[in-house]
Structures are given as structure tokens and as C-alpha cells.
């Protein structure tokens, strides 16, 4: 078990979450670490808990308002046990490749797949953190945009990566010097720090130089083609670092190298994990879940217990704004 009290492992998921009462109090302690707080009247003290009731309804002794346990969050109104909900968190954030609406209905036993489709944008919608860090500072930023979508529906998309040095990228360089040795390839000196993916509607200046300004901290350097758009990054105190790349693979690869790996892969995920049949727009959506997992992907199991303390405090669509695509989803702010 981590010291913070959630599992690591998969058997140690099964031990702590053996039903929905386990769930209960974890999601519980989650809400209210200090104890239960009434949301009318702000009083603390242990509530009245009707043991009858199949779902957790909590009674505040002092003004006697009840006050149900997923109120709040993104499991509010849903008849899924939790136990339900905590199994699909689990898949969510600790399987490299996600989900699938249909592969979850299949994990989770689900008899219909449009509550797998809802539950996954409602976990979905717990992976935005409300306040965010900036990217950059002591790191390189690299900035680019990408096409998502088939022939005829592309959306644009764009990215910020940190581009981070190995802790031991000098003592690698010196005693290595060349790729391989012993015939296996070595790890190289940098790699991705963390991401932002956006949905915009176009490759102007106000929409890519406000991602920046909302992604990067100011005094950053910020490493972009020599695309128009960007042109003005100086202006807003951005060390900023163009080059003219003309479609050369090898300058792309030599300038932009993070950013472009991370849309190679986010391209992968959406054909293998859900053949490439995401909405414009629910993209966003998706692009949410891509960050936050990448941002995690070395700690999966603190993504889980992320994934449930945010959604503990988000709100989620419904199924009628989700199907109708009035539902707004939230940019990403994953850290």
C-alpha cells in the first residue's frame, strides 16, 4: 500500500476495495479527510447514517439535512454501484492503452453500452484539475499543431511538451558515445516532461498564442515552426525559438522532437483503442484522458486515486447533453 493509504498493485485493489462498503468509505475519506463537514451549515461531527438504504446518505445532527455521498461528483444520480465506479477508474488510468466504450462494457459486465459510454466521459471529466501548473520554466517547451480526424472531418490540435534532461545525462553522454552498446539501444538524454492538448479552430495567432499563454510560464523558451501564428510569442516575455522547417522531416525530428513523438502516439491510441471513431466534438474529452495519463504514466496507481479525488469534486454531463453534443467539455488542465 502507498503511505497515502491507496493500493498499488492489483491484489492490493481487490483486498481494499472488496465491495461497495469499502468503496463507500474510501470515497468518503476522500470528500471529507477531516471528517464529515455538512455542506448547509459548514458543522462538523459524526452524522447520522441510515444503515437501511442501499445508497450513502449522510444526515448532519444540527440542521438535519441529508446530504448524499456522490453529491457533487461525477457519480451523482447514478444507480452503478460504486464498487462499479471505482473498478472503471482502475481500468482508466492504470491500462496504458485506455478503454474503449465497448471494451468497458465487456470488463465491467455492463448490459448496456451507452452507460459504459457515460461513464467513461464522466471519469472523463474528473481528470481536469481546476487549478493547474505552468509548463516550462527551467524546461524547453516545444509547441506544434497536428490534424486529428479522417479526409473530410480533421480537427486541429494542439500540443506543449516540456522537454526535460535526464538526471544522469551526463554521466550517460560520457560513457557512451555512441547508440548502441552490446547491441542494446541506450535511452536517450532527454524525454517528455509533462503535456497540453487542445482542440482550436484554427492556426491564428489569438488561438495558438492564447494555448501558449494559458499552458507555458512567462520567461519560458518556447521552441515552434516558423508559423505566423506565433510570431508575436516575444511579446509576452516567451524566450521564443523558431525555425523554418518547410516540411523536412529531419529538421522536425532535430527541432521538434518530443511534441512530435506525442502526436504520433496520441494518433496510435485513437485508431487502436477506439479506430479512430471519436466525435469532434467529444475530442477534447479524449485528449483530457490522453494528458492526464501521460502525465501519470509513471505512477498509474496515483493516477487512480487522482482520477477518484478529482471526480469526487467535478461536474459531469448528462446522457442527453453528452449524445447531443451541447455538453461543453473542459480544456485541459490535466497536471
Known amino acids: 500500500m502507498d503511505p497515502r493509504g491507496f493500493p498499488t498493485s492489483l491484489p492490493e485493489f481487490q483486498e481494499t476495495f472488496p465491495d461497495d462498503d469499502a468503496c463507500a468509505k474510501y470515497l468518503e ?3 471529507w479527510p477531516d ?3 455538512c455542506p448547509k451549515c459548514q458543522h462538523r461531527e459524526e452524522p447520522h447514517r441510515f444503515l437501511t438504504r442501499t445508497s450513502v446518505v449522510l444526515r448532519c445532527r444540527k440542521c438535519k439535512v441529508n446530504t448524499s455521498l456522490t ?4 457519480m451523482r444520480g447514478s444507480h452503478t ?7 472503471g477508474a482502475y481500468l482508466v488510468t492504470t ?3 485506455g ?10 459486465g455492463l448490459s448496456r453500452y451507452e452507460t459504459a459510454f457515460q461513464i467513461l466521459h464522466k471519469l472523463r471529466a474528473g481528470m481536469v484539475r481546476p487549478v493547474r501548473e505552468m509548463l516550462g520554466g527551467e524546461y524547453p517547451v516545444e509547441v506544434d499543431e497536428t490534424f486529428i480526424g479522417g479526409v473530410h472531418n480533421k480537427t486541429i490540435v494542439v500540443g506543449a511538451v516540456e522537454v526535460r534532461l535526464r538526471k544522469d545525462a551526463e554521466d550517460r553522454a560520457a560513457k557512451h558515445r555512441q547508440q548502441h552498446s552490446g547491441g542494446v539501444p541506450l535511452k536517450k538524454l532527454v524525454y517528455a516532461g509533462r503535456l497540453r492538448l487542445r482542440v482550436v479552430s484554427g492556426r491564428s495567432a489569438n488561438e495558438l498564442v492564447s494555448f501558449v499563454n494559458d499552458s507555458v510560464d512567462s520567461g519560458s523558451v518556447v521552441r515552434t515552426d516558423d508559423a505566423k501564428g506565433y510570431k508575436s510569442l516575444p511579446g509576452y516575455y516567451y524566450i521564443h525559438e523558431p525555425l523554418k522547417i518547410a516540411g523536412d522531416p529531419q529538421k522536425a525530428e532535430a ?3 518530443m511534441i512530435h513523438l506525442v502526436f504520433s502516439n496520441l494518433k496510435t491510441w485513437i485508431l487502436g483503442t477506439h479506430h479512430g471513431a471519436i466525435a469532434s466534438y467529444h475530442l477534447q474529452a479524449y485528449l483530457n484522458e490522453y494528458v492526464f495519463r501521460f502525465n501519470r504514466r509513471f505512477y498509474p496507481m496515483t493516477a487512480f486515486n487522482s482520477v477518484l479525488g478529482l471526480a469526487a469534486r467535478a461536474q459531469s454531463p448528462t446522457y442527453e447533453s453528452l449524445y447531443s453534443g451541447q455538453w ?3 480544456l485541459e488542465r490535466a497536471a
Open 29 to 31: 475519506k476522500m470528500r
Open 35 to 37: 471528517g464529515f463537514i
Open 71 to 74: 453529491a457533487g461528483t461525477v
Open 81 to 87: 454501484p460504486l464498487s462499479t465506479w471505482f473498478w
Open 95 to 97: 491500462q496504458t492503452p
Open 99 to 108: 478503454q474503449s466504450a465497448l471494451q468497458f462494457q465487456r470488463q465491467l
Open 255 to 257: 527541432h521538434l522532437p
Open 328 to 330: 461543453q467539455h473542459p
